[in-house]
Nanobody, 125 residues
Framework: QVQLVESGGGLVQPGGSLRLSCAASGGIRRMYAMGWYRQAPGKQRELVAVVSTGGRTNYADSVKGRFTISRDNAKNTAYLQMNSLKPEDTAVYYC???????????????????WGQGTQVTVSS
């Protein structure tokens, strides 16, 4: 059974940066597009960034130009570099694989695995 472990969150001031990591392990039999998601208190979980197996990326409008998603296929790891952070970026961040390879175009999420515990990102002065 695949396990997803997110790390790298923390408390940062507005305008600061963080780099999140997502390690996938156990029973991975094929490659999928990978996504980063976030869920703020009282809100639904949303897809904010996605990277295809070939490295194509797409982002939610709210993070375009500030976040960068990447992946290391050899390590089964995905990353999210977050710059120019804003208080509204405060949320628990999760990663997952995406069943539909077209997600990099549609940004319509169809997660593949059970969710990990996520990593808390708090942007506050």
């Amino acid at each position: 059974q695949v396990q997803l472990v997110e790390s790298g969150g923390g408390l940062v001031q507005p305008g600061g940066s963080l780099r999140l990591s997502c390690a996938a392990s156990g029973g991975i039999r094929r490659m999928y597009a990978m996504g980063w998601y976030r869920q703020a208190p009282g809100k639904q979980r949303e897809l904010v960034a996605v990277v295809s197996t070939g490295g194509r990326t797409n982002y939610a409008d709210s993070v375009k130009g500030r976040f960068t998603i990447s992946r290391d296929n050899a390590k089964n790891t995905a990353y999210l570099q977050m710059n120019s952070l804003k208080p509204e970026d405060t949320a628990v961040y999760y990663c997952n694989a995406e069943r539909d390879p077209n997600v990099v175009v549609t940004m319509i999420s169809w997660p593949r695995y059970d969710w990990g515990q996520g990593t808390q990102v708090t942007v506050s002065s």
